[in-house]
């Protein structure tokens, strides 16, 4: 058990080997309820949303889910998150480490009649994923093989109404389970009975960094902007006024300064966050993340580099263990697992 953000979680319950092949053969679970939970409500629940966040909130359909960003008037990202639009609400998921920072951030940007509710204690999140995830999931009430990517569902699960997202944070197909706090542990027990292996944080950030998500405080922060963070995809400036839309207009036509590139590396080289990236004998960037991926059998990393320094096949140094490895840079993600993905997205 290790704290994180506050939280007292479980780093793994057997192995991340173990756990991380059953992610991507079978199906894991992974107690996220570290993660915040804000219910939006009112009349101007859209229109306010849509001027905080970078994507368009208005191409919401009832019961979708959509990857977007907070920004500061500067560009740089408060957070990643995501936004749900149900029948009745707005509810948005975000980073367990900016919970207190991201609401207080919304509070202070709200505007006409809006409501802004913290569900994270009354509700737990719990994700189920790997390819038989939707084979094992125990749901009844809902036609579990027709909830879309990115969508939306209710179903009960024992015997509880709860919400079912066909979203996740591995790279793998799965759901993220909004249960009610007190049967939060009969859910958890009913999906061990169906066939799925608990999993902890390590197995989940070997699983994310493979598919190529990114992890707020270390792929991006309040000093990185989006085409920075390679997640320009996700401001859509032609939908009109938001917080940071000037600056984020100005970088995306001058260029960003810096972007992330992926490392695939060599030998025994382990990159680490914080590692330099060096070309030439030049430190050209810094490793944001970085694990050995017992999957791929090899050291890999996200990292921050100079733009256009390290173009996609070249060979770079990675400090490592004291000295210098070697790797290559490559297009991300690492690894394209069993999501339906339409879209590039975090959870």
Not at 163 to 179: A, I, K, P
Not at 218 to 232: F, I, K, Q
Not at 271 to 289: F, Y
Not at 301 to 314: C, L, N, R, W
Request: glycine share 12%; aromatic share 8%.
């Amino acid at each position: 058990m290790v704290d994180f953000a506050g939280w007292e979680m479980p780093q793994h319950y057997s192995s991340v080997r173990e756990e991380q092949h059953a992610v991507r053969t079978g199906a894991g679970i992974f107690d996220v309820s570290h993660m915040g939970r804000f219910e939006v409500r009112g009349s101007g629940a859209a229109d306010f949303l849509q001027s905080v966040v970078t994507n368009d909130v208005s191409r919401l359909e009832p019961n979708r889910a959509q990857y977007t960003l907070l920004c500061q008037p500067d560009g740089g990202i408060v957070d990643d998150l995501v936004v749900y639009r149900s029948e009745a609400a707005w509810l948005v998921v975000v980073n367990a480490a900016n919970r207190e920072k991201d609401m207080a951030w919304l509070l202070g940007n709200a505007t006409g009649d809006v409501e802004i509710v913290d569900r994270s204690e009354a509700l737990s999140l719990i994700a189920l994923q790997g390819p038989l995830a939707e084979q094992i999931l125990p749901a009844e009430g809902v036609d579990v093989p027709r909830i879309p990517y990115f969508g939306l569902a209710e179903g009960l699960l024992c015997g509880e109404r709860c919400l079912l997202s066909r979203t996740g944070y591995t790279g793998e197909d799965g759901f993220e389970l909004f249960v009610p706090a007190a049967r939060a542990g009969q859910v958890w027990e009913a999906l061990l009975e169906s066939g799925a292996v608990p999993c902890g944080l390590a197995a989940r950030d070997v699983c994310r960094l493979e598919a190529g998500l990114r992890l707020y405080g270390n792929d991006m922060d309040e000093r990185t902007n989006p085409y920075e963070a390679g997640l320009g995809w996700t401001v859509k400036l032609g939908k009109g006024g938001f917080v940071g839309r000037a600056t984020l207009q100005r970088i995306k036509e001058e260029g960003p300064r810096r972007e992330l590139v992926g490392l695939s590396c060599a030998d025994r080289t382990i990159p680490r966050h914080g590692a330099a990236v060096t070309i030439d004998g030049r430190e050209i960037g810094v490793v944001t993340s970085g694990t050995y991926s017992f999957w791929l059998q090899r050291g890999i990393a996200m990292a921050s580099t100079e733009t256009a320094a390290a173009p996609v096949g070249s060979q770079v140094g990675v400090e490592s263990r004291g000295g210098n490895g070697a790797a290559e840079v490559v297009s991300l993600p690492f690894y394209r697992g069993s999501a339906r993905r339409t879209v590039p997205v975090r959870s």
